[in-house]
């Protein structure tokens, strides 16, 4: 009696067997002795596919979606724009001035972050506002890390509102003709609702400890 895994294709092992390492090494974030990143750990996954035969270039070309990545290189660039000209600065400092209390402080920091990452892409939003909002907490003698925690937290719920808040969504309004307005109205209030969770957590995980640091 044959052994199943024995009677399984040689390609289709191989082609299992890359899904796993790329899958590994994007979520290691690299691989050890090798200094590669995600970006070039999926690349490196897709040359092989091709280099085995188990796609071929016309494959590859329909697999991508040219009108997502228009759009989100458009988006890049916006953000990329509103970060040169200090947006996000005076966002960061205006939000870490802006309340007197710790709690309401998170607050601001969640709806700010979400709200942002709704209209823009949540990843320039998150890297752009960090640097300036741990000045600001830091001169209030707070400790950032339940804040940034928040605003990484928040920038996930908040994109999810809206078509245009990550890739994903870009993707999923694309393949299911989908606009703007609709998308919000589906899954604005489910965003909002994760937003509440985020601050619920981070205050509930750092309620009396949200001081300056030790050093």
Request: proline share 6%; aromatic share 10%; net charge neutral.
């Amino acid at each position: 009696m044959p052994i199943p895994f024995l009677a399984v294709p040689p390609m289709t092992l191989t082609v299992v067997a890359l899904f796993v390492l790329t899958y590994v090494g994007m979520a290691l974030g690299r691989f050890p002795g090798l200094r590669i990143d995600r970006t070039g750990i999926a690349l490196v996954a897709a040359i092989l596919l091709l280099a085995i035969g188990a796609l071929e270039s016309g494959q590859v070309t329909e697999a991508i979606d040219f009108p997502t990545l228009f759009i989100l290189f458009g988006l890049m660039v916006l953000s990329a724009q509103y970060a040169a000209s200090g947006f996000y600065d005076w966002c960061a400092l205006r939000v870490a001035q802006a309340a007197r209390s710790p709690a309401r402080l998170l607050a601001v920091t969640v709806a700010v972050g979400g709200g942002l990452s709704a209209i823009l892409a949540n990843d320039v939003v998150v890297f752009a506002m960090t640097p300036m909002l741990c000045v600001g907490l830091l001169a209030r003698r707070l400790d950032p890390r339940p804040y940034l925690i928040g605003l990484a937290g928040a920038a996930n719920a908040g994109s999810a509102a809206t078509v245009i808040g990550n890739p994903q969504n870009i993707l999923i309004g694309q393949m299911g003709h989908l606009d703007f307005w609709r998308f919000l109205a589906v899954c604005g209030v489910p965003a909002l609702v994760g937003l509440v969770v985020v601050y619920a957590v981070v205050w509930l995980a750092w309620r009396g400890r949200f001081g300056e640091p030790d050093d």
